[in-house]
């Protein structure tokens, strides 16, 4: 998935949890989960080695970097944790390619295409398809939970988006590591002008 869809996915993942088990969810936080094993593409760029759809998206150690948060936290944590495994299992798992799913156990990579399903590439329309709808649904629910809103407080944890708009937006909008596709170039303007006015408008507080 691109970033719209991965973003999207979590969000309304982890809002659903999070409905099912009464608690609050801080919407930034849960954004940034959903996006961040992609933070890899970044990573690649550093070490000149492909590492995209590695270590960073295995479940295994996403549940192991989690432990201490589901003895702190417990049920609290889990919207959180089903928006970070939004990401490799119910998205890339699907769409797209092979990822390490299980690293460190194996290095070996895995899709649903080895289980017997028909595995949909990113640029397919279906995929395209898809990923516009997530967006649309979203954003109305986050309309009408009040969540939308909360991008434009004063709040601390909104500089959280500062991260998706470096390690996914911006880099997407300059084709790396795939150009978007025409239908998904709002989805992701619009994420990315939004992320950026509340980002700066947490850092304002920060800074005074």
């Known amino acids: 998935m691109f970033a719209v869809g991965h973003m999207s996915l979590g969000y309304l993942l982890g809002k659903i949890s999070a409905k099912i088990l009464k608690i609050q969810i801080n919407t930034p936080l849960i954004l940034v989960l959903s996006i961040i094993p992609d933070i890899d593409i970044i990573l690649e760029l550093l070490v000149g080695n492909p590492v995209h759809r590695g270590p960073t998206h295995s479940l295994f150690f996403a549940f192991l970097i989690f432990i201490p948060f589901f003895l702190i936290f417990k049920t609290r944590v889990i919207?959180?944790?089903?928006a970070l495994a939004s990401h490799s299992v119910l998205a890339d798992f699907f769409i797209g390619g092979e990822i390490?799913?299980?690293w460190p156990l194996t290095e070996s990579e895995f899709s649903a295409a080895q289980f017997g399903f028909s595995m949909v590439q990113i640029n397919d329309p279906i995929n395209i398809?898809?990923?516009l709808i997530l967006f649309i649904f979203a954003i109305l629910v986050m309309l009408k939970a009040g969540d939308?809103?909360?991008?434009?407080r004063s709040?601390?944890?909104?500089?959280l988006l500062i991260i998706p708009v470096i390690t996914v937006?911006?880099?997407?909008f300059t084709s790396y590591p795939l150009p978007v596709p025409n239908l998904l170039a709002f989805p992701h303007l619009f994420y990315l002008?939004?992320?950026v006015i509340s980002g700066l408008v947490a850092l304002k507080k920060i800074l005074l």
């Open 193 to 195: 002008i939004v992320f």
């Open 169 to 172: 937006l911006l880099p997407t």
């Open 79 to 82: 919207p959180y944790f089903v």
């Open 148 to 152: 939308f809103l909360k991008f434009f």
């Open 100 to 102: 390490q799913l299980l």
């Open 129 to 131: 398809a898809l990923e």
């Open 155 to 159: 709040n601390i944890s909104n500089f």
